[in-house]
């Protein structure tokens, strides 16, 4: 069974820092993945796709990779701006389904 | 153009009635997804169509939840004889292709499920 974990469950930075999330997955057999960003009591929003097939994607300050074999994806954001503070969810769907997993997410905090 | 739209936007109901929630995907969208948020979670999976065909219901909690998309478009997700534990947020997602695709999956607003 599909579990996507997402350390830390919260992180405050100042602006200007550039930061990593984790995202970790118990079964490499993915078909693809996806981070998303939710601000408070709004819908998602998406941020990038990687396809199974993929190591990276890149979208402005946004660069995620995908190691499969080790059940890892990480999404960096460089120069962290006050406007970047949201939660953030990645999503597995695995091979051979439909179901997509999502994490508990991150909250993140950029202090002006 | 316009994103998912989802109605209502809020429904409060009592304990034992049952409850309609829409979802209209973006325009030309084959997949559709239904989940339902936990608040300080992330969206849980309830059920996908690829066009009309409900592929994957593997999510849906009890025999009270069905959902149905019957012209490939709108879909609509049913709780009958509603209870206190289905309060929740239910989200409604689309994406372009069918399950070979890249699947990139775009949220609606969600509807804010209160029963009383």
């Known amino acids: ?112 | 153009g316009a994103g998912v739209s989802q109605s209502p936007r809020y429904k409060v109901t009592k304990r034992g009635q049952d409850v309609a929630l829409r979802c209209d995907p973006i325009s030309g969208h084959v997949s559709l997804y239904w989940y339902r948020q936990a608040l300080g979670q992330g969206p849980e999976f309830l059920t996908y169509f690829n066009y009309e065909a409900q592929q994957d219901k593997s999510g849906l909690p009890n025999d009270r939840f069905s959902a149905e998309r019957p012209e490939g478009s709108i879909s609509t997700l049913t709780i009958q004889r509603t209870e206190q534990r289905d309060s929740a947020m239910y989200r409604c997602a689309s994406s372009l292709f069918g399950p070979g695709g890249d699947n990139e999956q775009f949220f609606g607003p969600g509807t804010r499920l209160t029963v009383l």
């Open chain 1, 1 to 112: 069974k599909q579990e996507v974990t997402q350390i830390p469950a919260a992180l405050s930075v100042p602006e200007g820092e550039n930061l990593v999330l984790n995202c970790s997955f118990t079964d490499s057999a993915i078909y693809n993945l996806q981070w998303f960003r939710q601000d408070p009591g709004k819908g998602l929003t998406s941020l990038l796709l990687i396809q199974s097939s993929q190591r990276e994607q890149t979208s402005g300050r946004l660069n995620a990779s995908l190691d499969k074999s080790s059940g890892r994806s990480t999404l960096y954001i460089a120069a962290s701006q006050p406007g970047d503070s949201a939660t953030y969810l990645c999503a597995v769907r695995n091979t051979g389904g439909f179901k997509t997993i999502f994490g508990a997410g991150t909250r993140l905090f950029v202090k002006a």
